[in-house]
Structures are given as structure tokens and as C-alpha cells.
């Protein structure tokens, strides 16, 4: 609607997908202020609502995989072996995605309603979180992890370590007080085997990068549901629950 005086790469009028701080405001709004750095282009021919996942759970799965654990999105990379655990969730959902543009396989624990689904995003194996070897986290074809994008909380650092490989690493997308304890006994144990809190540090580029796989067809945003701005509380609501399949969207 309106740019600043130094901004350069925009007019009004443009269509474009941003991170909002939300230590200086919020999203939920009809109209919200964000930084030119991390603002980029929405082209006409992807919508609003398939872009509006990626400024956090995008964000924060492509920085997990090609930060904090090296995978190279073009392929050229050495094989690896990864674990997306809630690889039906928000952030789940896209790493899936992003780490079979590597040289990945990938295995993937989610509920049994979203079984094939996360199958169908790529995932080389899927296993039901709520079956024995689901809550053990366990490869169905034996495999150890190079490394973990662990979406969800409540998994102690023994159900990991037994499947991790030498040098494994576990990146927490949410890491808790605990998940911090470990990561600084295993820094001070000079353990090969590592836990990685995830701080995301949202950049432009990263987020146009993302915009261009979905405009390419090589990224989809999976839309659990839509709600009005006058229902948010609703929506607020539904990803309290915790079982949302996707991003849920606001719409205005």
C-alpha cells in the first residue's frame, strides 16, 4: 500500500510475502508494516495463500536443512540419511519437500490419517508416530539418521541416540530448557553426536528462493483450512490443538 522513503526494491501496488517481527507487531491485521530485507516478490500466478507458510515454516525448514545440517538443495551433495518427525505439520510439510531436492532419504513419522499424504510430498519412508516404532523413531529400513528435524516437543535425547549415525545430529526446531541442557553437554563432552537448537534469521533471499520453487511447481504450500479475520480466534484455536495438516490460513 505505501513504502518508506529508502526503500528501493518496491512500489506500492506490488505484490509481495514478508516476515513480520513479531517482537515489533504482528501479521494478524489488515495492514502490517515489515523491513524491505526480508520482504520479496509474489508473482501474479502464485497466490496469496500458498505464499503465506513460507515467511516461518519455510523459512525455518530450508535454514535447518542447508544451515544446520549442510544438505546442498541442488543435489550435488553427499548422501544423507534424514528423520522429519510431524512431517505432516507446518514446518514438517515443507522440509519434506526441500530435503528430496537434495540427495536425501528421507524418512518421515506423522499420524496414520496423513500417511500417504506425506508420502506424495516425497518421503521415501512414513511411519505412524503412535506405533511402536514410531515412538522409538526407528528407520522401517534400519537406517541411522545423519540427522533429525524435530518438529515437535517432548522426545528425550535416548530415543534419538540409538539411531543417529556417528556423526548425527539432531536440529530442534523448538528447543525447550532441556533440549538447551543437552546441547551445551554435548558441546562440553566434545560428543560426536550432537543436539542443534535452530534460531531462525529470516533473509530476503532465503524467502524469495522459496517463492521460486512454488512458482516452479517444485514447492506446495499444504492448506489445512482457511478463516476470516473475524474468525481468528477460531483459527488460533485449531493450531493450539496441534493437528493441523499444513498451514492454517487467514484470510482477509
Not at 100 to 118: D, F, P, Q, S, Y
Not at 194 to 219: A, F, T
Request: hydrophobic residues 40%; positive net charge.
Amino acid at each position: 500500500m505505501e513504502v518508506g522513503q529508502g526503500v528501493r526494491k518496491f512500489k506500492p501496488g506490488d505484490k509481495v510475502v514478508a516476515f513480520v517481527n513479531p517482537f515489533s507487531g504482528g501479521g494478524l491485521a489488515e495492514f502490517a508494516v515489515a523491513k524491505e530485507s526480508i520482504t520479496a516478490s509474489r508473482p501474479s500466478e502464485s497466490s496469496a495463500s500458498e505464499c503465506a507458510g513460507l515467511p516461518v515454516a519455510g523459512l525455518t525448514a530450508l535454514q535447518a536443512l542447508t544451515k544446520s545440517i549442510g544438505i546442498k538443495l541442488d543435489g550435488s551433495g553427499e548422501r544423507k540419511n534424514i528423520l522429519v518427525t510431524a512431517a505432516s505439520g507446518g514446518v514438517g510439510h515443507y522440509a519434506v519437500q526441500l530435503a528430496k531436492l537434495g540427495n536425501t532419504h528421507v524418512t518421515a513419522t506423522c499420524g496414520a490419517r496423513n500417511i500417504e499424504l506425506v508420502k506424495s510430498l516425497g518421503a521415501d519412508e512414513v511411519i505412524d508416530y503412535k506405533t511402536p516404532d514410531g515412538a522409538a523413531l526407528k528407520s522401517p529400513s534400519g537406517k541411522k539418521y545423519d540427522a533429525v528435524i524435530h518438529c515437535v516437543v517432548g522426545f528425550p535425547w535416548s530415543t534419538f541416540e540409538p539411531n543417529l549415525t556417528m556423526n548425527g545430529k539432531v536440529v530442534d526446531i523448538s528447543p525447550s530448557s532441556a533440549s538447551m541442557l543437552t546441547f551445551a553437554l554435548k558441546k562440553l563432552t566434545f560428543s560426536k553426536k550432537q543436539l542443534v537448537p535452530l534460531l531462525l534469521i529470516p533473509k530476503g533471499e532465503d524467502l524469495q528462493y522459496l517463492i521460486d520453487l512454488v512458482k516452479e511447481g517444485k514447492l506446495k504450500t499444504v492448506v489445512d483450512s482457511k478463516y476470516p479475520l473475524t474468525k481468528a480466534e477460531d483459527a488460533w484455536a485449531k493450531s493450539i490443538d496441534g493437528h493441523a495438516t499444513g498451514k492454517i490460513i487467514i484470510e482477509f
